[in-house]
């Protein structure tokens, strides 16, 4: 297999640039064309559980990169896609559509266990590899105030259940079960096994 130096990220997450970063993975953007409609990637399906969905939703968008890389004739590198969601029970809580959205979402998760699971592909130029990071978060009962001063701050717009763990909400989490760096955006390890096995040099 070939080696490469660096591999092409379609995401447009700075929490997974910085976290490439992190570990010394030099990476260049594969964003959407203004004509693709990335958003319509995500679009939940009647029934369908978490973690199926997170791992559909991570497949088309590799899909749609592989596409794009190919349709730019750029030079061969691994290709790498991810997608987060957040699930309370069966019941998957994606990006808030507006403030009372995300209000809903998070006076919901206030005080309770949900779960943040992020899958993260890879094409290494012949073959697709995906694996799915599953971590658990607890949060402590949220004043109702603190969530409004959350919501009209505007950090819950663009993240999958209204919150960030690295944000000022992080004061009132109890307690991870899992990947700190998964809950983020980007789980570290498995992205880092994934890689290695796709041909970048350390």
Known sequence: MPSHDF?????????????????GVRHELLLADADEDAE???ATRAGELPRDYVERVTRAKLAAARRRH?????PPAPILCADTTVALGRRILGKP???????????????????????????????SSLVVND?????????????????????PFGKAGSYAIQSSLAG?????????????????FETHQLLRRAGLRP
């Open 97 to 127: 559509a507006d403030a009372a959205d995300a209000r809903a979402t998070l006076t919901a998760l206030s005080g309770r266990s949900h779960r943040v699971l992020t899958a993260v592909a890879v094409f290494d130029g012949r073959r």
């Open 40 to 42: 319509a990637l995500e």
């Open 172 to 188: 009132w989490i109890e307690r991870i079960e899992g990947s700190h760096s998964g809950i983020m955006g980007l789980p570290l």
């Open 7 to 23: 591999i092409y990220l379609a995401s447009q997450s700075p929490r997974r640039r910085q976290l490439l970063s992190q570990i």
């Open 70 to 74: 190919q349709r730019r004739e750029l």
């Open 135 to 155: 971590s658990r978060v607890r949060f402590a009962a949220i004043p109702a105030e603190v969530i409004e001063a959350y919501v009209d701050s505007g950090e």
